[in-house]
């Protein structure tokens, strides 16, 4: 496992991910999550919907490893 970067899922709950385990990341479909979620990463075949802004989780993501 490499460096995980925390983020926030639409009930408020921490969630950490593995940065180098990230397939993709990209903003929500419309109704596909609460409404406060503006990423969706993508772990393999897990999807996780995270209130932090796309631009915003991209970077922290690019900045522990994440080819994203």
């Known amino acids: 496992k490499g460096a995980t970067v925390k ?4 009930n ?3 969630v950490a991910i593995d940065a ?6 990209r903003a929500p ?3 596909e999550y609460a409404a406060c ?3 969706v ?3 393999g ?3 996780q919907g ?3 802004a796309l631009a915003k989780s991209r970077a922290l993501l690019r900045a522990r490893g994440a080819a994203v």
Not at 7 to 10: D, E, N, Q, Y
Not at 20 to 25: D, E, G, L, T, Y
Request: hydrophobic share 45%; with cysteine; net charge positive.
């Open 41 to 43: 990463i993508t772990v």
């Open 12 to 14: 408020g709950e921490p």
């Open 37 to 39: 979620v503006r990423a």
């Open 45 to 47: 075949r897990v999807t």
């Open 7 to 10: 983020f926030t899922k639409p």
């Open 50 to 52: 995270v209130c932090e």
């Open 29 to 31: 479909l419309p109704g």
């Open 20 to 25: 180098a385990s990230v397939v993709s990341i």
